[in-house]
């Protein structure tokens, strides 16, 4: 297989890729993630990981470049990262004793070979009260996340259950990708 490059930022990706035994390189693609409200979910997510992959992928055309965005869906409504505490509290009190499904899209370019996929999961949380919502905006594990809650950190606590692939809602979905990339190869 050719070099690994991924075309993201996140801790949480960079950690689940090499959990799963991929080297790797990260170059951080410079992308204005823009939530285009006229695609479904599913192509949200997978035109984002594809503006990530080919804005790094140009420059490393002998390399497979791996791009992937994950957003949290809520009654059809696409929520992102938060902009603020006031935002992300907002959120949170939306999703307080309700099911919603966190779509992560992924894209992998090697020249002008191009494979894409997403994989959906539910989330339930269980109600939250207001208390509970406001200690955890203040202690910033919503920042930077999805939805503003990081099922692997200490948003733990809001879930109550879910349908699906975990390491999906932390944002990328290893196992899947595994053999997605056995088959990109």
Request: some cysteine; aromatic content about 4%; proline content about 1%.
């Given at each position: 297989?050719?070099?690994?490059?991924?075309?993201?930022?996140?801790?949480?990706?960079?950690?689940?890729?090499?959990?799963?035994?991929?080297?790797?390189?990260?170059?951080?693609?410079?992308?204005?993630?823009?939530?285009?409200?006229?695609?479904?979910?599913?192509?949200?997510?997978?035109?984002?990981?594809?503006?990530?992959?080919?804005?790094?992928?140009?420059?490393?055309?002998?390399?497979?470049?791996?791009?992937?965005?994950t957003v949290v869906v809520l009654d059809g409504k696409v929520l992102g990262k938060p902009h603020s505490d006031a935002e992300a509290k907002e959120m949170l009190r939306s999703l307080s004793g309700r099911t919603h499904e966190v779509y992560t899209g992924v894209c992998m370019i090697k020249g002008d070979k191009v494979h894409q996929f997403f994989e959906c999961t539910k989330v339930t949380f269980y109600p939250l009260e207001q208390e509970l919502i406001d200690s955890y905006v203040a202690s910033g594990d919503c920042n930077d996340k999805a939805g503003s809650y990081g099922i692997q950190g200490?948003?733990?606590?809001?879930?109550?259950?879910?349908e699906g692939d975990y390491f999906n809602v932390v944002g990328f979905p290893v196992a899947r990708f595994c053999r997605e990339i056995k088959a990109f190869a």
């Open positions: 297989m050719s070099s690994l490059i991924l075309a993201s930022a996140s801790p949480r990706r960079r950690e689940l890729l090499s959990l799963a035994g991929f080297s790797f390189d990260v170059i951080t693609a410079d992308v204005d993630e823009v939530l285009d409200a006229s695609l479904t979910a599913s192509q949200l997510v997978m035109s984002l990981a594809f503006q990530k992959a080919s804005a790094v992928a140009s420059a490393h055309t002998d390399s497979t470049v791996i791009g992937a965005d200490q948003g733990c606590v809001l879930v109550k259950g879910i």
